[in-house]
């Protein structure tokens, strides 16, 4: 069966978006020096992090609020309010971060477009994430956009329907095994994974290696060539 659908993940996978967590956690850590080691800052906030998801959800607007509620916690609900002015500093300057397509993004999409119906399919807050594939230029690439709150395959057998794919005829590309590339293949489609070079502990998984409807790729540029090969 030739695949007619190609889902593909937003964050890490056609621009940065870890790193600019990465580099602004680091900036927690020195904003909150005197109070914490590092590797305990680190361990409340991943905490933190997991217990407001459900709340939250995912995105910078979450993760600001994290790091705020990290700094109550390990004050006694008393921080500094140069600490909370500059966390609060920090999430702004991450929703206007720059967004720069990943090297061979802009042209992999373009080839794939020719043969495949592209759907964007990532999680986060709904305003930043359409700013951002504004801000890329990759927008007119994709036949949809679908932000999602979750990614389970109930979510991605549902969006696969509704742009007219069996899950045989479609396929999941991203950069995290937990939300791009398990939920995709238990939904009955198939999946290929672009590591990016870091990786958010929460998408930590075991790559299913063993299974036919998986393909892990060097590179965004090695996708239209493997799904040549599918049917």
Known sequence: MRITTLGLDADDTLWHNETIFRLTQDRFRGLMADVA?????????????????ALYGYGVKGFTLSLIETAMELTAGQPDGRVIADILAAGREMLAHPVEPLPGVEAALAELSQDYRLVLITKGDLLHQEQKLAASGL????????????????????????????????AMAGNSVRSDIL???????????????????????????????????????DLAAWLRTIG
């Open 37 to 53: 080691d590092p590797s305990v800052l680190d361990d409340r906030l991943a905490a933190v992090e997991r217990r407001n998801l």
């Open 139 to 170: 927008g007119e690439l994709f036949t949809a956009v679908e932000i999602v709150s979750e990614k389970d395959a109930a979510t991605y057998a549902r969006i696969f329907s509704r742009h007219g794919a069996e899950p045989g005829q479609a």
């Open 183 to 221: 939920p995709a293949l238990e939904a009955g489609a198939y999946a290929a994974h672009i590591p990016y070079p870091l990786t958010w502990a929460h998408e930590m998984a075991e790559a299913p290696c063993g299974n036919p409807r998986f393909a892990e790729l060097a590179t965004i540029d």
